[in-house]
């Protein structure tokens, strides 16, 4: 089941942009990071408006006092709170779901890159298992040079080629230029869509994301294929992009500081409307 509804699309949407583009599979990692992006669109808006709207009514006067008031009662605290969120019509589980969903999409996506770029007999025939009838076998095994890299199937290094005969040779080939980047770019992107909580757990584990993250990731970008690091740079990129769009206009419909935040008001229950007798 995981390869037929995630890992057999993947590979052919890849293989398909791939022939579109003339056999750039650089380029049709870019394209297709951006089209799943695009459709797992409505997962992540939800998602980035959740975490938004919590900080912004973390950070209104009334939340506040609340902390205040109840900050030697655990219990007191989450039930008012709780009363608060319902009132905004907000839902703290709203976002996860959508992280929930997204987690084994991005796992089919970085196992469907990576079967893609298969080089070895033993990769390639089971690459082939994979590739639905319509894919013209004359594409396997597929071009896997991008720019300066010569392998997208190899962990990808800088190749410094005016550092030969000088005492800086030894960093030739050694620089992990997609490593440093994915590393930027998620650092970044993880600050741009986490906005900074009051609450002081929150806080320290929101920091904590933000650099553990960046660093994981590198490590997979420097260790593993340079399309695995390729697909990185351009989500992170356009996850970016996202965020600002989303924080420009929500920075735009707000309302005065210390106010809490816009968002659908929870349903109230309808009244019954009395009827008065005409004397």
């Known amino acids: 089941m995981w390869n037929t509804f995630i890992i057999e699309p ?26 799943v992006r695009l459709l797992t669109l409505p997962l992540t808006y939800q998602q980035m408006r959740s975490t938004m709207v919590m ?12 902390q205040a008031k109840y900050k030697n009662d655990k219990q007191k ?17 709203s976002g996860c779901l959508g ?21 070895t007999p033993v990769q390639l025939f089971d690459l082939a298992k994979h590739i639905y ?13 991008f720019l300066w890299m010569a392998n997208l199937g190899q962990p990808e290094r800088l190749p410094l080629e005016f550092l030969a005969g000088t005492s800086l040779e030894f960093l ?18 993880t600050k741009l869509t986490t906005p900074a909580s009051t609450d002081a757990q929150s806080g320290q584990m929101t920091q904590m994301m933000s650099l553990y993250m960046p660093l994981l990731l590198g490590y997979f970008a ?13 989500s992170n990129l356009l996850g970016m992009v996202q965020g600002l769009v989303m924080k420009r206009v929500r920075e735009a419909n707000a309302g005065p500081e210390g106010s809490l935040p816009k968002t659908k008001k929870a349903k109230q229950p309808e009244q019954t409307p009395v009827h008065t007798k005409k004397r």
Do not use: W
């Open 77 to 93: 605290m989450s039930e008012a709170q709780m009363k608060l969120f319902k009132e905004v019509g907000y839902n703290p589980f």
């Open 133 to 145: 009838s319509s894919i013209p076998a004359s594409l396997i095994p597929l071009n896997t040079k």
């Open 222 to 234: 420097y260790s593993y294929a340079a399309g695995l690091a390729l697909y990185f740079v351009t």
């Open 172 to 189: 030739q080939n050694q620089i992990p230029l997609l490593t440093i980047l994915v590393v930027i770019s998620t650092y970044l992107q």
């Open 55 to 66: 900080s912004e009514i973390q950070k209104s006067d009334r939340f506040k006092k609340m």
């Open 10 to 35: 993947a590979i052919n949407a890849l293989i398909f942009i791939y022939n579109l583009l003339g056999g750039n599979f650089g380029l049709a990692i870019i394209i297709f990071t951006a089209l």
């Open 99 to 119: 992280l929930l969903v997204q987690f084994p999409i991005i796992i089919g996506l970085y196992q469907a890159i990576i079967r893609s770029l298969a080089a």
